[in-house]
């Protein structure tokens, strides 16, 4: 197993840049979930991608979007940055999404 | 909506004291429950989970948590903790069945000391 793998580590924009974090999921996973970590809080849902397909999201706005890849890596793209959006942001895959997922290291946003 | 309570923000501890974390759920449905372990500067690792079957689940460290249903807890314990324990906790939730997003806590910084 390779397990979760995410680039870059860590990542310095302007307010109002565009950004484009990648997440390869790890070996026979379908399913790839992101989350956005906030200093000192728990981990919160941004959008989950399920066979290529998206199925489910949280209560971000349109400006972060996804994709999932036939080899079922994943992308996040930020548009617009802003301030608060600097944070540590998790890439998570799993078979099915039963039993739990596998978390990346995480790339690290600072927006300034 | 699932929701999940992590009453305690911080708790210290002296190396080899028990220590419990606790955390309570929220859910009209059945749901599985988990505990994520985030060392700092890492990403979360999985420490257990709980499915089905029976409500005592255990992790090859040492630790364990029990589901209760009826108190909506799942509160993680050890008997005996490390040094090497010290890092942030959070539960969290899911709804049974297939690609469903986890719901977290807020976390439970463990501070061991000696």
């Known amino acids: 197993e390779t397990g979760v793998t995410q680039s870059p580590t860590h990542l310095i924009k302007t307010r109002g840049q565009q950004v484009t974090l990648r997440c390869s999921s790890q070996s026979g996973h379908n399913t790839v979930s992101w989350y956005q970590q906030a200093l000192g809080q728990g981990p919160q849902f941004i959008f989950q991608y399920y066979r290529e397909e998206e199925n489910g999201r949280g209560n971000f706005p349109p400006r972060f979007s996804g994709l999932q890849f036939p080899n079922y890596s994943s992308e996040l793209n930020v548009n617009a940055l802003e301030l608060d959006d600097s944070a540590l942001y998790l890439c998570?895959?799993?078979?099915?999404?039963?039993?739990?997922?596998?978390f990346g290291s995480g790339t690290r946003l600072t927006v300034v | 909506a699932q929701s999940v309570t992590q009453l305690d923000s911080q708790v210290p501890v002296f190396e080899e004291a028990p220590v419990e974390l606790r955390c309570n759920y929220s859910?009209?449905?059945?749901?599985?429950l988990f505990w994520y372990v985030q060392y700092p500067n890492q990403g979360l690792q999985l420490l257990l989970k709980?499915?089905?079957?029976?409500?005592l689940v255990e992790s090859i460290n040492g630790f364990e948590a029990e589901f209760n249903k009826s108190q909506t807890s799942f509160h993680l314990r050890k008997p005996s903790v490390h040094i090497s324990d010290t890092a942030e906790y959070f539960c969290?939730?899911?709804?049974?069945?297939?690609?469903?997003?986890?719901?977290f806590g807020t976390g439970t910084r463990l501070q061991v000391t000696l």
């Open positions: 969290a939730v899911s709804l049974t069945g297939t690609a469903s997003k986890l719901t």
């Open positions: 709980y499915l089905s079957g029976s409500t």
């Open positions: 998570a895959s799993s078979y099915t999404g039963v039993g739990g997922y596998t």
């Open positions: 859910s009209s449905v059945s749901v599985y």
